[in-house]
């Protein structure tokens, strides 16, 4: 069983960048795809971005394309989310999760193992 844990979330200004980081203990996360969502107060939890096991053609929601980047280091058994531009929209905790569907998924359902979350707060 594969337990990712989130870290690195916080405050920051709009404009404003912000590096997440999803270690894993227990197992290796690189034979696992791995996804970003996040959930606002009072709204359904949503899909932010995901990595593929072989880490080839992440992919984004359109609200964070060209703002966010998913990339993994297998070396350090971590996946990260850098943020640039932060929006006060993109105020949400925000969670990591593994699946063993190679290409990863837009839906959550498709992810067995799910990290604690790290609260990110965009202020204007």
């Known amino acids: 069983q594969v337990q990712p844990v989130e870290s690195g979330g916080g405050l920051v200004q709009a404009g404003g960048s912000l590096r997440l980081s999803c270690a894993a203990s227990?197992?290796?996360?690189?034979?696992?795809?791995v996804g970003w969502f996040r959930q606002a107060p009072g709204k359904e939890r949503e899909f932010v971005a995901a990595?593929?096991?072989?880490?080839?053609?992440?992919y984004y929601a359109d609200s964070v394309k060209g703002r966010f980047t998913i990339s993994r280091d297998n070396a350090k058994n971590t996946v990260y989310l850098q943020m640039n531009s932060l929006k006060p929209e993109d105020t949400a905790v925000y969670y990591c999760?593994?699946?063993?569907?190679?290409?990863?998924?837009?839906?959550?359902?498709?992810?067995?193992?799910w990290g604690q979350g790290t609260q990110v707060t965009v202020s204007s």
């Open positions: 999760a593994t699946s063993t569907y190679s290409g990863g998924s837009y839906y959550p359902n498709s992810y067995d193992y």
């Open positions: 227990g197992r290796t996360l690189g034979n696992y795809a």
């Open positions: 990595i593929r096991r072989s880490g080839n053609n992440p």
